[in-house]
């Protein structure tokens, strides 16, 4: 059998929306040099409620939102601002440490924010861990077209085209729509990958999936994704790193002592600030929803 195991998500009610965590989870760590898969929504707030993901830290990873309903402003300690909107893909690399906060935007909380789309990280190679903190935005990613079916390709190399999005390690992330009727093939090339229904219905190799399950399949085998109403998934992957990630809170390192240096710096205060949003911060957590040691 081509899918190898299926992780259902743990669910965190957000009192709005739901936010459906796949990675780290005990049956899977990692999928290539993904080391956490959000999912949240599709949900919309109330008028004049937001979001407000008030400034944090991050280190040794790189940061990766896509939308497909709604808009988020971002913030970060490099003075980026940047409002994230469906078809651009935000990539923030932590690096040795980054501080960024998230919050729905003015026009968004007038209306009542929609909220819908993958937060993902993916661990940085070891070599490049501790590299410089950096943050680019790209709307200009390739679209593939075939049999009923349209992909964008957010980052790496896919059905032949390569987003423009920097790649620290070799990856494959992608947004697969499917109308009724259409189908695509999953390219078989990554060391590691998975699947994601986050919207109607689809099958992969003539299994049905379940919404926001994710699904690992095995290397090599080449699969055709189809859908007979319609339907929208998330594929994702890319090279197996041969070192395990430790995970604390919003900390990725391949050493743990390096995580415990960072939850000591945000504690004391050490990491820079966010220009325009100095005021507010997140408290290093006593027990945090996310741990993953190896």
């Not at 709005?16 to 990692?30: D, L, N």
């Not at 956490?36 to 991050?58: I, K, N, S, T, W």
């Not at 070799?170 to 990958?193: M, V």
Request: hydrophobic share 40%; proline share 8%; net charge negative.
């Amino acid at each position: 059998m081509s899918i190898m195991q299926t992780v259902t998500p743990v669910t965190h009610d957000l009192g709005g929306f739901q936010v459906r965590r796949a990675v780290p989870s005990p049956e899977c760590r990692m999928v290539g040099p993904f080391v956490f898969v959000d999912q949240f929504g599709p949900a919309r707030l109330e008028a004049g409620e937001g979001m407000d993901v008030r400034p944090h830290p991050h280190i040794n990873l790189a940061n990766v939102t896509w939308l497909f309903e709604g808009a988020i402003d971002h913030r970060d300690s490099l003075g980026t601002f940047s409002t994230i909107h469906p078809g651009t893909v935000n990539l923030m690399t932590a690096g040795k440490g980054i501080v960024h906060s998230e919050r729905s935007p003015q026009s968004e909380r007038d209306t009542g924010p929609a909220m819908y789309g993958m937060q993902t990280w993916l661990a940085l190679p070891e070599a490049l861990e501790e590299t410089d903190p950096a943050f680019e935005a790209v709307s200009d990613l390739p679209v593939i077209e075939d049999a009923g079916a349209s992909a964008t390709v957010i980052m790496g190399e896919l059905w032949g085209a390569r987003a423009a999005t920097t790649t620290h390690a070799e990856t494959i992330y992608a947004e697969i729509n499917l109308a009724p009727g259409g189908t695509i093939p999953i390219d078989a090339g990554a060391d590691e990958r998975a699947v994601m229904l986050v919207g109607g219905e689809a099958t992969l190799g003539g299994d049905m999936l379940q919404l926001y399950t994710l699904y690992l399949i095995r290397p090599g085998d080449a699969m055709m994704l189809a859908s007979e109403k319609g339907g929208k998934v998330m594929l994702l992957g890319g090279e197996a790193f041969p070192e395990r990630r430790h995970v604390w809170w919003n900390f990725v390192s391949s050493r743990r002592e390096r995580i415990n240096q960072a939850k000591e710096d945000w504690r004391e205060g050490r990491f820079p600030k966010v220009p325009g949003d100095e005021e507010e911060f997140i408290p290093l957590p006593d027990k945090p929803k996310t741990v993953s040691y190896p």
